[in-house]
C-alpha cells in the first residue's frame, strides 16, 4: 500500500465517504495518523484511506463502537509486524 501523503482532508473525506470532522475525531482518537506538512496540514495516505474504509465498514457493517474499532485496528496492526 502506498504510504506517500497526497490528499488534504477535504479530499480524503471525499474519496471515503466521510465528513472532515469524523477524521479530525478519528486523528484525536489514534485510530488514523495523517502526516502533516511544515504549515501544520493533514496529508493522507492511500493506507489512510483505507484505514478509514476498515473504521467505516467496523462501525456501520459490524457495529463496533470507536473503543471496539481502536481493539480491532490495534489487533490487526500487531499481527502486521
Same mark, same amino acid.
Given at each position: 500500500?502506498?504510504?506517500?501523503?497526497?490528499?488534504?482532508?477535504?479530499?480524503?473525506?471525499?474519496?471515503?465517504?466521510?465528513?472532515?470532522?469524523?477524521? $479530525?475525531? %478519528?486523528?484525536?482518537?489514534? +485510530?488514523? /495518523?495523517? =502526516?502533516?506538512?511544515?504549515?501544520? &496540514? $493533514?496529508? %493522507?495516505?492511500?493506507?489512510? +484511506?483505507? /484505514?478509514? =474504509?476498515?473504521?467505516?465498514?467496523? &462501525?456501520?457493517?459490524?457495529?463496533?463502537?470507536?473503543?471496539?474499532?481502536?481493539?480491532?485496528?490495534?489487533?490487526?496492526?500487531?499481527?502486521?509486524?
Amino acid at each position: 500500500m502506498d504510504d506517500r501523503p497526497r490528499y488534504m482532508i477535504s479530499v480524503a473525506a471525499d474519496l471515503v465517504g466521510m465528513h472532515p470532522q469524523t477524521l $479530525r475525531i %478519528y486523528e484525536q482518537k489514534g +485510530l488514523v /495518523r495523517p =502526516r502533516r506538512t511544515s504549515g501544520n &496540514t $493533514r496529508l %493522507y495516505s492511500e493506507s489512510d +484511506l483505507e /484505514r478509514l =474504509r476498515v473504521i467505516q465498514k467496523l &462501525t456501520t457493517e459490524v457495529g463496533l463502537n470507536l473503543a471496539g474499532v481502536e481493539l480491532v485496528l490495534r489487533l490487526e496492526d500487531e499481527l502486521k509486524k
